[in-house]
């Protein structure tokens, strides 16, 4: 069996699995009402079909992202196949890495992929098998534990991006993010390293492009922006809702207000 064993377990979130899946519990059994944004912006969960959320350690966005995973909860036992896309931090190619790999590991156990699907991807033009790209790459790494905490039987197709049109990248998942029982999980950070207010300012315009469904995202906004461009093309082809959880940056966290990171979370849903 091929395994992709953790990279940033101990950097990123614990690698203890007993202290992780309590850290993860706590988060995701928290009340909607312990936040007033995240309760005005409760939704159907049988409606979810994409997420955004952030991809920084626990500590500086690790309930942002719970915020909105946290919704997903009934949804544990519909859900069979998650395609998971994120940013190259360390990489630069052209196209779209898939992993040569059977399972993702994290402290909390091993997650299946997709590897049938893979092996079919693999063989288009605009994508390639690396398992340089994903041996040390955190973008979707973090979202494992969460996903493993929620789901029950499922696969999971991680897909990095780095020099791809959102336009190719649509083309791509198209097909296959058309069943309900597929979730979208696109994983991306906003705005790096500027003062606070300024990058509350940046972050704010950002998160207007996005509810406007404009796919215009630049990597100066957002990390993941080629994701989160693939899914506002798709989405508003479908006529999907989006509905922001929570908007805040590493200064109200665990960071300084001198350089801070900005961290959102969004629910995509069918009506």
Not at 14 to 41: K, M, R, V, Y
Not at 165 to 190: C, F, G
Not at 254 to 259: F, H, M, P, S, V
Request: hydrophobic share 40%; charged share 15%; glycine share 4%.
């Amino acid at each position: 069996m091929n395994i992709r064993y953790p990279a940033v377990a101990g950097r990123f979130y614990t690698h203890s699995p007993a202290q992780l899946q309590a850290q993860l519990d706590g988060w995701l059994n928290a009340t909607d009402h312990d936040n007033e944004s995240t309760a005005n912006n409760t939704v159907e969960p049988s409606t979810i079909r994409a997420l955004i959320v952030p991809h920084a350690g626990y500590m500086f966005s690790g309930q942002t992202a719970a915020k909105a995973y946290r919704q997903l909860l009934p949804l544990a036992n519909k859900i069979k196949r998650i395609i998971l896309i994120g940013p190259s931090h360390r990489y630069y190619f052209r196209g779209c890495a898939l992993p040569p790999a059977d399972v993702f590991a994290t402290p909390l156990g091993n997650v299946t992929l997709s590897t049938q699907t893979i092996a079919t991807l693999s063989e288009l033009e605009d994508v390639e098998l690396s398992e340089q790209a994903h041996a040390l790459e955190h973008s979707l790494e973090v979202q494992l534990p969460f996903i493993q905490t929620i789901f029950n039987n499922f696969s999971l197709l991680p897909i990095l991006t780095s020099n791809v049109s959102p336009a190719v990248l649509a083309k791509l998942i198209d097909s296959l993010w058309r069943s309900d029982d597929t979730l979208l999980i696109i994983s991306s950070d906003l705005s790096h390293f500027h003062p606070y207010s300024q990058a509350q300012r940046i972050d704010r315009q950002t998160c207007q492009l996005i509810e406007q469904f404009e796919p215009s995202i630049t990597p100066e906004q957002a990390c993941g922006s080629t994701g989160i461009n693939t899914l506002l093309l798709l989405a508003k082809r479908r006529g999907y809702q989006l509905k922001r959880v929570e908007l805040i940056n590493s200064g109200d966290t665990a960071g300084d207000k001198e350089k801070v990171v900005g961290y959102v979370s969004y629910l995509i849903t069918d009506t």
